[in-house]
């Protein structure tokens, strides 16, 4: 199953603590699923997609901003959505994941991607809480 490499000490080496158990989809893999799953669920309710997964390098920390979806919602607005997927709700939920720093950082990309407009249109951070079979939508679920 697992191969030790000849000659290359503990860095060319495979070994059961290192490697992901079979069949086991990575953290991004279940991330990017979940986000086409969100995708499809906005736009079978009328929201179509601007772009998925806009990032900006820097932002209120070290770290820069993503964000998720920008949705067009039918009546003009633009909708900045967050998605977030447990597996239970314990710890909370996946709602309640989204922490005032995570917030910061969606506001600042978003006010990035806002840039490229000369008049920029209404707009709305939703949340899109997965957790198993179950889809809650937070519409305008926090204001810059």
């Known amino acids: 199953m697992f191969t030790r490499f000849r000659g290359a000490g503990k860095a ?8 992901p158990p079979e ?27 601007v772009e998925r997964n806009y990032r900006v390098a820097r932002g209120p920390s070290a770290r820069g ?12 607005t633009l909708v900045f959505v967050e998605v977030r997927q447990r597996r239970s709700r314990g ?18 990309a978003a006010q990035h991607f806002l840039l490229r ?13 997965l957790e198993g079979d179950t889809v809650e939508w937070l519409q305008a679920a926090f204001d810059a």
Do not use: N, Y
């Not at 407009?117 to 809480?129: E, K």
């Open 12 to 19: 060319g080496r495979a070994d059961a603590a290192s490697a």
């Open 23 to 49: 069949g086991a989809a990575s953290t991004k893999a279940r991330g990017d699923a979940a986000e086409s799953r969100a995708l499809a669920w906005l736009q079978a309710r009328g929201l179509q997609l």
């Open 91 to 108: 710890h909370g939920g996946a709602a309640a994941s989204v922490t005032a720093t995570k917030q910061r950082r969606l506001v600042h």
């Open 117 to 129: 407009f000369a008049a920029p249109p209404p707009c709305r951070f939703d949340v899109l809480a």
């Open 65 to 76: 901003g993503e964000i998720d979806l920008v949705m067009r919602d039918r009546d003009g």
